[in-house]
Antibody, heavy 120, light 108 residues
Framework: EVQLVESGGGLVQPGGSLRLSCAAS????????MNWVRQAPGKGLEWVSY????????YYADSVKGRFTISRDNAKNSLYLQMNSLRAEDTAVYYC?????????????WGQGTLVTVSS | EIVLTQSPATLSLSPGERATLSCRAS??????LAWYQQKPGQAPRLLIY???NRATGIPARFSGSGSGTDFTLTISSLEPEDFAVYYC??????????FGGGTKVEIK
């Protein structure tokens, strides 16, 4: 069974940093492209970042470019999101999501999400 | 930037009724459109990809149609578990993939 389990969320002050993790199991993690998608409280979905299966290709939404860094460790079946210079508008549930097939841009499995709250 | 507009914002229907949800793109996305279902407190679930293909394990009562700028998600006969929020998402010329604002299907 495919499972994605996020962790690392919490309350952080504006300007602070946080590192999210996503532990994958039930599939060959190293073969799949991965993404982070977020959802502000009561709002819609916003794609945040993408990383290819090898980690060689990375994309970011303009809203997080220069502040967030996506990475992965295929040996540990894990995906990460380093978030720096956090702002109130970054408050959201952050989901890791698997790409449905090669560069599909569709997301077939999602974690349960981890809540990041940026507030003083 | 491609903007996806979903309508209506809320759809009030009874179990057994047919639901028709619309997603309009500000410019052509060809057939590169997906639909997701999200229930309260849960992650989204992929229903339809490439406008009309059901994802693995999705019941046949869900169908998608359209191309270019106008797309439709149809639920042929609503089951109690289908009451949720539905999002469309385009992947044409990504990144970034973008989502619509959502349609809530509620029990009448």
């Amino acid at each position: 069974e495919v499972q994605l389990v996020e962790s690392g969320g919490g309350l952080v002050q504006p300007g602070g940093s946080l590192r999210l993790s996503c532990a994958a199991s039930g599939f060959t993690f190293s073969s799949y492209e991965m993404n982070w998608v977020r959802q502000a409280p009561g709002k819609g979905l916003e794609w945040v970042s993408y990383i290819s299966s090898s980690g060689s290709t990375i994309y970011y939404a303009d809203s997080v470019k220069g502040r967030f860094t996506i990475s992965r460790d295929n040996a540990k079946n894990s995906l990460y999101l380093q978030m720096n210079s956090l702002r109130a508008e970054d408050t959201a549930v952050y989901y890791c999501a698997r790409d449905y097939y090669d560069s599909s841009g569709y997301f077939d499995y999602w974690g349960q999400g981890t809540l990041v709250t940026v507030s003083s | 930037e491609i903007v996806l507009t979903q309508s209506p914002a809320t759809l009030s229907l009874s179990p057994g009724e047919r639901a028709t949800l619309s997603c309009r793109a500000s410019q052509s996305v060809s057939s590169y459109l997906a639909w997701y279902q999200q229930k309260p407190g849960q992650a989204p679930r992929l229903l339809i990809y490439d406008a009309s293909n059901r994802a693995t394990g999705i019941p046949a009562r869900f169908s998608g149609s359209g191309s270019g700028t106008d797309f439709t998600l149809t639920i042929s006969s609503l089951e109690p578990e289908d009451f949720a929020v539905y999002y469309c998402q385009q992947r044409s010329n990504w990144p970034p993939p973008r989502f619509g604002g959502g349609t809530k299907v509620e029990i009448k």
